[in-house]
C-alpha cells in the first residue's frame, strides 16, 4: 500500500516535443505528492510538487495533473529541451506516526533529442 | 542558499569493512534520513531520525546499520560489515519541520568489492 507506480521507465522525446511521465499510488493517507529530477552523479532535487486538494499546478513549463478519485498523477513537460534530459521521480508523502516519509517511484530516465 | 553536504563522494571498501558515511544536514532541520538508490533503480527509504533517535527504519535497516548523530551537525551512517549488495549511492537528506520540502545530498557512491 506504500507502493508508487510510475511510468514509463524510459522516455525518448524531440526538442520541443511534450514529455508525460504517469504516476500512481494506493495510500489514500498520502499528502502530498513531489517530483524529484535526478541528474547523472547528483542527489534528487525537488522539481515541483501537489497537494491533494489540487487537480492541476504549473511552474514554466512543468505542470502536475492531480485525479485525487483515480489516485493518479502525472508530469507533463512542455517545449522539452535537452537540458531536461535526466531521471525523473514521482513521490508521495505521507505521515508515519508523528514523522513523514517520502516513497518514491521507480523513476522515469528522460532523454530529449535535438 | 543551504545544502545538505555529504562526504566522501564515492567510497570503495572491501567485503566485511567497516563504512561511516557522513552527512551535514541544514542547521535548522530537526528530522533527518537516509536513502539508498542501487543503481538504475528506485530511490529507497532507510531509516529516518529524530530528537536523537531512529524514528522509523525499513526492512533494509537490518542490524548491519547504525546512525548517529554524534555532535549535533553531522549525521553519519555505519554500515559494520559490508556485502556487495551494499553498493549504492546513498542520499542523506533533511526537513525542517513536517510539511516542509525535503533537501537531498549529492549522495554517496559506496562500492564493495
Known amino acids: 500500500q506504500q507502493q508508487v507506480k510510475q511510468s514509463p521507465q524510459s522516455l525518448i522525446v524531440q526538442k520541443g516535443g511534450i514529455s508525460i511521465i504517469n504516476c500512481a499510488y494506493e495510500?489514500?493517507?498520502?499528502?502530498?505528492f513531489p517530483w524529484y529530477q535526478q541528474f547523472p552523479g547528483k542527489g534528487p532535487a525537488l522539481l515541483i510538487a501537489?497537494?491533494?486538494?489540487?487537480s492541476e499546478k504549473k511552474e514554466g513549463r512543468f505542470t502536475i495533473s492531480f485525479n485525487k478519485s483515480a489516485k493518479q498523477f502525472s508530469l507533463h513537460i512542455m517545449d522539452s529541451q535537452p537540458g531536461d534530459s535526466a531521471t525523473y521521480f514521482c513521490?508521495?508523502?505521507?505521515?508515519?506516526?508523528?514523522?513523514?516519509?517520502?516513497?518514491f517511484g521507480t523513476g522515469t530516465k528522460l532523454q530529449v533529442i535535438p | 542558499e543551504p545544502e545538505v553536504t555529504q562526504t566522501p563522494s564515492h567510497q570503495v571498501t572491501q567485503m566485511g569493512q567497516e563504512v561511516i558515511l557522513r552527512c551535514v544536514p541544514i542547521s535548522n532541520h530537526l528530522y533527518f534520513y537516509w536513502y539508498r538508490q542501487i543503481l538504475g533503480q528506485k530511490v529507497e527509504f532507510l531509516v529516518s531520525f529524530y530528537n536523537n533517535e531512529i524514528s522509523e527504519k525499513s526492512e533494509i535497516f537490518d542490524d548491519q546499520f547504525s546512525v548517529e548523530r554524534p555532535d549535533g551537525s553531522n549525521f553519519t551512517l555505519k554500515i559494520r560489515s559490508t556485502k556487495l549488495e551494499d553498493s549504492a549511492m546513498y542520499f542523506c537528506?533533511?526537513?525542517?519541520?513536517?510539511?516542509?520540502?525535503?533537501?537531498f545530498g549529492q549522495g554517496t557512491r559506496l562500492t564493495v568489492v
Open positions: 495510500n489514500t493517507a498520502f499528502d502530498y
Open positions: 501537489i497537494r491533494p486538494d489540487v
Open positions: 513521490a508521495a508523502r505521507g505521515r508515519s506516526g508523528g514523522y513523514q516519509k517520502v516513497t
Open positions: 537528506a533533511s526537513y525542517r519541520g513536517l510539511n516542509t520540502e525535503a533537501f
